[in-house]
């Protein structure tokens, strides 16, 4: 297998592993801590340095269990990643992205991350009851307290990104260095408007959600059931994918996949990896792996190596969507 390859935050400074480790719905929810730590570990050595993990992920679980797993690493090779904005109590400010809110929650996470700062804390959602100004100073003043390094947004239009730089640039504060956006071959929209202002504004992309839950595996079958222990057999984690992907048309195309896959001496998963890792706006994949497997498996998308010719039936199967969902 190749070795780990890094790419830089847009233009800023630090570089990252084209693939990171994510935490939702996984670990220290549906894997336990050791396959967390034994994942975790089996990351790093292949030179993954990039962790993902959000306060919200299990009511902060997610975090405690990364941080132990992150213990036996020196922090310099590490580069993290938490977030902020979801509910986290019953007040009413326990929630969103007031200066309040953001405060608090940085020192919850860094407490159960048992760590003294985070590389990048990230607006989770976008808060359209608090000024954009208010959450940009917040996330000034961690950075000049030493407890992040840099700040950005996750799923945030491109519009109010443009906005966020043209405020954080009027009050001189940090700007936003980093987005994530859901992109899979089943959710291309980012390209329309996300991909082309990140590289306008210098902010590097780490997308979620490369497999679109699973159905870029080729593991449903049109007509079948969910087949039992995958994650739309689970109701407690495939909310998302029955309402955004699971149709029988998607089905249809997860086999059509996995056989141009075959046809390349590869598989369905490694090859919607390899694609998304193609786009030279992200700066790095998050996998959402439950076992040491999974993680090996994703991680010979490595060697997947992309044609122009398989390029294009790849996107002929999953042409880029004509309106881009508002926001």
Same mark, same amino acid.
């Given at each position: 297998m190749p070795g780990m390859e890094y790419r830089q935050l847009g233009h800023w400074g630090p570089r990252v592993s084209v693939f990171g480790v994510g935490s939702y719905l996984t670990l220290g929810? @549906? !894997? &336990? %801590?050791?396959? !967390?730590? $034994?994942?975790?570990?089996?990351?790093?050595? $292949? &030179?993954?340095?990039?962790?993902?993990?959000?306060?919200?992920?299990?009511?902060?679980?997610?975090?405690?269990?990364?941080?132990? $797993?992150?213990?036996?690493?020196?922090?310099?090779?590490?580069? +993290?990643?938490?977030?902020?904005?979801?509910?986290?109590?019953?007040?009413?400010? %326990?929630?969103?992205?007031s200066a309040k809110h953001i405060r608090e929650q940085c020192d919850a996470s860094l407490r159960r991350l048992g760590m003294d700062?985070? *590389? +990048?804390?990230?607006?989770?959602?976008? =808060?359209? $009851? #608090?000024?954009? /100004?208010? #959450?940009?100073?917040?996330? *000034? %003043?961690?950075?000049?307290?030493? @407890?992040?390094?840099?700040?950005? +947004?996750? /799923?945030w239009p491109a519009?109010?990104? +443009? @906005?966020?730089?043209?405020?954080?640039?009027?009050?001189?504060?940090?700007?936003l260095v980093v987005s994530q956006p859901r992109y899979n071959l089943l959710y291309r929209y980012p390209e329309a408007e996300t991909f082309p202002v990140s590289r306008l504004e210098g902010? &590097?992309?780490?997308?979620?959600?490369?497999?679109?839950? &699973?159905?870029? #595996?080729?593991?449903?079958?049109?007509?079948a059931p969910a087949p039992a222990g995958t994650r739309a057999a689970d109701p407690d984690q495939n909310a998302v994918m029955l309402k955004m992907y699971w149709t029988e048309e998607n089905k249809q195309k997860g086999q059509a996949l996995a056989a141009l896959a075959a046809q390349a001496g590869t598989t369905a998963t490694r090859l919607a990896l390899a694609w998304a890792l193609r786009q030279a706006a992200v700066s790095s994949v998050i996998l959402g792996v439950r !076992?040491? %497997?999974?993680? =090996?498996?994703?991680?010979?998308?490595?060697?997947?190596?992309?044609?122009?010719?398989?390029?294009?039936?790849? /996107?002929?199967?999953?042409?880029m969507p004509p309106v881009t969902p508002q926001a």
């Open positions: 929810m @549906k !894997t &336990g %801590d050791d396959d !967390t730590f $034994a994942i975790v570990r089996q990351a790093y050595e $292949a &030179g993954i340095n990039y962790f993902d993990t959000a306060n919200a992920y299990n009511r902060g679980a997610a975090e405690e269990v990364l941080g132990r $797993a992150l213990a036996q690493f020196p922090r310099s090779g590490l580069f +993290v990643l938490t977030k902020v904005w979801a509910p986290m109590g019953p007040g009413t400010n %326990d929630r969103g992205l700062y985070v *590389d +990048v804390y990230m607006c989770h959602r976008p =808060d359209l $009851a #608090t000024p954009l /100004e208010e #959450t940009i100073r917040a996330m *000034d %003043d961690l950075a000049r307290a030493g @407890k992040i390094l840099y700040w950005g +947004v996750s /799923e519009w109010m990104m +443009v @906005k966020a730089q043209a405020v954080a640039r009027e009050i001189g504060a940090r700007p902010i &590097g992309n780490v997308v979620f959600s490369p497999l679109a839950h &699973g159905l870029l #595996t080729g593991k449903y079958l049109p007509g !076992t040491p %497997d999974q993680l =090996d498996d994703n991680l010979a998308a490595l060697s997947v190596t992309l044609s122009p010719d398989l390029v294009a039936e790849i /996107e002929k199967l999953y042409p």
